[in-house]
């Protein structure tokens, strides 16, 4: 059994912040469309980015709230790194405009990070070395995604834009301590999408339990064991959210109760943010988290692997808390939109 | 291809950059190096906060070609608490009427694409009303 | 000193030319106007032009026009200044000729506004705004007036419907004005029900650019013969003053500033009061422009100038006729030639030769080209030449 990745310097969660835009599209109104209105819905409705909105604009909200959250000097951040599926450039790295845009320029590393829904929990484990090594104070890890899905699809009820963000830092000055994490990847191809083509290929039935509850279910196994500790032992259970029903199911299966997964289940009114899937969990569920409780969080990437963390939250997170919106006030902010507006807002239409 | 204008206005687009002038205080945006209320040289780098009031706003129905696809959008003069005007699309409206007076804060999003789909992204102000929030 | 007197007139029609060039314009224009004055031939042409780089791939225009007239070894060179480019044109004619460094010269101001379509024009008008603080934010004119609109109807409380009255006169009076681009009344229930530009300024409160050219000839009195084809006209002096190009670096945005020095500076130099003015040539690209202009200049109090409209002071047997040759809503706004254009018809208007709308006695003329919300007020005052 593998032990646990553990710095040597403790740390933690500095500030973190969320975003999600404030338009929705409900599921039945896709249904409406496609569907004549029948059949199952996954969800209520999910969060659509406005026109002048994408990942990069998502992340510098997210990180701005991090940064109030945080009370540093954005010249200190010595990494910004930004995971995504939809970085707005192929190349040009979305962390070089966040970084100009925070005031985190010149001298921080930047680069883009991808690997599906957990591009945004791998920054965050770069992170935990990077500041535990000793080799800087504080590193910026975002995890953020304006999915595109295939019209008519099933992954079109869910694909959704949202972001979170986490500024990595000493424990002594965390809101919330990192316990440890632990990373199960395997070669498994549940979903992806080749370099031109404009929507993701998915593999129906073969996403569920060779993938998503595959990889989960590992590695919070995993770590469980290289912890010692069992579901009881956490105050709060986050685990990445493509639906409503795969994190409940799974959370059952490993032992947590609907109350320990109610605060991070964020999906039913935002959708998947794919790379923001989990972490919003997290900041939503840091939102109402008290000094002393545990939260484990375990995020889930398509191609595919999981990546568990725990933290335990300290007394910092009251005074903090307040400095920046909760995710529920973006949540709460909401304008319904139509089928038609979604798809002249998402570029679908052909203009040229 | 439009590069060098939008890279060196980034940080003024980006975060509201501007100076502020050591002989009579006054804070300006854009930067200008001499100060329009005293006249002196003014080249002391300040980065304004970005809350404000709407002095005056407008739907822009007839776009020019760059901000054709947006069209319809509002547009208006934000009177900055930090002194200075700009000009700024106001943006996440929603169902929400703007007035004169309102209270908004500046976010950074797409202000349009430089030349079409192959050119670069240009990112820069604009003004929401204040998110609302449960806890203050 | 010896008088700077205008010689000749010569314009177009205003319209969309689709079959005339830029330069058969601009040599229609110079030739009527060195007709007029006998023949007398230029030692300096100043072409004013705002747009031909972008919307004709033609910039040099000063040059191209003064060769397409056929004016060799003269001094050539092309004026931009916003819409006050005309203007700036016949400043650059009189200071030439007021210097002694030419005896005659030519203010020419020549646009061809359809050249190009669609919304790539739009883009192209924004060249006038600042445009990395206001263009970049997907200003255009059009929504810069509107904005100003709003707020003078805030501040003010004034009623939106008495705007009306500003596209209602100018259209009455192009009725009389064969070279207009519209030459047909409108009604208010029109104006009401025409479409939206950019709220709450709609397509009546804009003027239209158009195609077209005016020409000025401008000479020193003393060089020229006893007996002239045209009545002279004296250009008693000018005023120019500017302010911040970018509406929001205003202090006061419905504040015209530049209006009101430009004006007290021309009439100091004409040697005149205000009230010795008789009519009132005024750039009202837009409806708002004109109460913004009236007060500034001194016509009315602030906040009141939309009233001016409701009162018949304006009209041609008013108090202060202003646009009374249909101004640019209705005459046309053919961008570097407008201001030529207001500097023509105020000299027929001074020479009695306004046909149907000659006003009564006219002896003494204000005019006045803005670029902009008067980022640059450009104003002149013509006498009849002794």
Known sequence: ?352 | MDISRHWRNRKQRYRLVGEVCPHCGAKLFPPRDVCPHCGMEAKTVETLVGTGTVYAFTTVRQAPSDFAEQSPYVVALISLDDGPMLTAQLTDLGDVEPYVGMRVEMVTRKLRNADDERGLIIYGYKFRPVLERALA | MDDIVITGIGFTPVGEHWEVSLRELATDAALKAMQESGGLRPQAVYVANQYAPVLSRQANVGVLVADFIGLHDVEAATVEAGGASGMMALRAAYLAVASGEADVALALGVEKSTDRVGPDVETALSVVLDADYEAEHGLTPAAQAALLMQRYIHEYNAERAAFAAFPVLAHRNAVGNPAAMFRRAIKESTYRRATMLSDPLNLFDAAPLADGAAAVLVARRSVLPPEMPQPLVRIAGFGIANDTLALHDRDDPLDFAAVRSSVESACKRANCSLEEVDFFELYDAFSIYVPLILEAAGFAPRGEGWKMGQDGSLELDGKLPILTMGGLKARGNPGGATGLYQVAEAVMQLRGQAGDNQIPNARRALVQSLSGPASLAATTILEPAP
């Open chain 1, 1 to 352: 059994m593998p032990e646990l990745l553990r710095p040597e310097r403790p740390v933690g969660i500095v500030g973190y912040g969320a975003y999600v835009p404030r338009y929705r599209l409900p599921a039945k109104e896709i249904a409406r469309i496609w569907t004549q209105g029948r059949g199952g819905l996954p969800i209520e409705e999910k969060a659509v980015p406005g026109l002048d909105e994408d990942t990069i604009t998502i992340s510098i909200e997210a990180a701005r709230n991090a940064l109030a959250r945080a009370g540093i000097d954005a010249e200190l951040l010595r990494a910004v790194w930004v995971g995504s599926e939809s970085h707005p450039y192929a190349v040009k790295p979305s962390s070089t405009i966040v970084a100009e845009a925070l005031g985190a320029t010149p001298f921080t590393q930047a680069g883009d990070w991808e690997f599906a829904c957990k591009a945004g929990t791998e920054a965050m484990v770069a992170a935990f070395g990077l500041i535990g090594s000793g080799m800087a104070d504080y590193a910026l890890a975002i995890g953020a995604d304006t999915a595109q899905g295939r019209p008519g699809d099933a992954l079109e009820y869910t694909a959704a834009a949202g972001g979170a963000a986490f500024i990595i830092g000493p424990a002594e000055e965390s809101l919330a301590v990192l316990l440890g994490t632990l990373s199960y990847v395997t070669d498994t191809p549940d979903f992806w999408r080749r370099a031109q083509q404009p929507y993701p290929e998915h593999g129906m039935r073969f996403t569920g339990e060779p993938a998503y509850f595959h990889h989960i279910g590992s590695a919070a196994r995993a770590f469980l064991e290289a912890t010692n500790t069992t579901p009881q032992d956490y105050t709060y259970a986050i685990f990445h959210q493509p639906n409503a029903k795969f994190p409940q199911r799974i959370a059952k299966q490993l032992g947590f109760s609907p109350e320990q997964i109610a605060p991070g289940l964020v999906v039913p009114t935002v959708g998947n943010t794919y790379s923001g899937s989990a972490i919003l969990g997290l900041t939503a569920t840091l939102d109402v988290a008290k000094p002393g409780d545990r939260i484990l969080v375990v995020s889930f990437g398509s191609g595919a692997g999981s990546d568990a963390m725990a933290f335990e939250v300290t007394d910092l997170i009251e005074e903090r808390r307040a400095l920046a919106p909760a995710t529920q006030d973006y949540i709460r902010r909401r304008t319904e939109i139509d089928y038609a507006t979604y798809v002249r807002w998402r570029g679908k239409l052909v203009l040229k």
